[in-house]
């Protein structure tokens, strides 16, 4: 059996490192707190910001997507909302009910040229970048 180093605190450290500028609109419980497979890479292709997200055996018709202000947002339902009281389960490991996961995009980018592709399971979202203005040199005009 091998030893493995006690961290009493590894949790509290983990809460901290959440994305704070996303978290007071994130539900408990959600989005990296809760739901692992809510996994999402993001990465820059050419002159885009793509979010890639496993959602496999999820409905795509049941995932909103959304970008403001650089603020990515999947939101959506997983299985049903019923119990059923006739199994007896020995694990339930499996979640239902609504998720949700908020991710600051690196760039600025224009949400509403944004599109959303499903397949095989996986959720990819191309966002473009907006142009970024020119610096341009301002004369200064001196007045006598």
């Known amino acids: 059996m091998a030893l493995m180093k006690w961290e ?9 490192d959440d994305d704070w500028e996303t978290m007071p ?6 989005g990296r ?5 809510l996994a999402v890479d993001v990465f820059e ?10 959602l496999p055996g999820i409905d795509p018709e049941k ?17 049903e909302e019923k119990e059923e009281k006739d199994k007896n389960y020995y694990r339930k490991e499996i979640r239902k009910g609504s998720f949700e996961r908020m ?8 949400g509403d040229a944004a599109k959303a592709e499903y397949e095989n399971g ?7 970048k907006a142009k970024q203005p020119e610096d341009r040199k301002i004369k200064i005009q001196v007045k006598k």
């Open 103 to 110: 991710v600051r995009l690196p760039d600025v980018v224009n």
């Open 63 to 79: 995932v909103s997507v959304s970008v403001k202000n650089s603020v990515l947002r999947v939101f959506g339902q997983r299985g």
């Open 122 to 128: 996986l959720l990819r979202v191309i966002v473009p």
């Open 45 to 54: 292709e050419g002159d885009n910001v793509v979010a890639e997200m496993q």
């Open 25 to 30: 609109i994130r539900r408990w419980g959600m």
């Open 33 to 37: 707190m809760g739901w692992g497979d």
């Open 8 to 16: 009493p605190l590894r949790g509290i450290e983990k809460f901290f």
